[in-house]
């Protein structure tokens, strides 16, 4: 695929450099980055480390809650934050909703954990066999 963001094309120009051994100056019009973005270091926000723990502690007690809901989660709790600011850190971490399943089989308990229970012993779980009785002679 295209490299179009700029730390994408940082890396690529990194990459070059390296394997080449061409200049910074010809890796960065060959990739089409602009050398003093390739010269800036990212500094994350002071409160990126806070903010991501706060959303990844509502995701995990709001399983159901996606991004949006988790944004106006977090506002009501007093952070100033944006619903793009939000998603970026959501997808940063790979946090996803689980899709809905049937009520019939569901893995989910309802804390939104997707943890399936197994018999613990015999005896735990009971199930009705209607199928026996019909195909047993």
């Known amino acids: 695929g295209k490299v179009l963001s700029p730390s994408r094309k940082r890396v690529a120009v990194d990459h070059v450099v390296d394997e080449l051994g061409v200049s910074v100056r010809r890796a960065c019009r060959v990739v089409g980055q602009h050398r003093s973005t390739q010269r800036r270091e990212k500094t994350p926000r002071y409160d990126e480390g806070a903010l991501t723990a706060a959303i990844i502690a509502l995701a995990e007690r709001f399983g159901r ?3 949006r809901r ?10 100033s934050v944006s619903t793009g600011r939000v998603y970026r850190i959501w997808r940063r971490e790979g946090l996803k909703v689980p899709q809905k399943q049937p ?8 804390d939104g954990s ?3 229970l ?3 012993h015999k005896g735990h779980v009971w199930s009705y066999d209607f199928v026996q009785d019909r195909t047993h002679d």
């Open 118 to 120: 197994r018999p613990a």
């Open 103 to 110: 009520k019939r089989g569901r893995l989910w308990l309802n």
């Open 70 to 79: 988790i944004t106006a989660l977090l506002r009501e709790a007093g952070w």
């Open 114 to 116: 997707c943890v399936r």
């Open 65 to 67: 809650y996606g991004y």
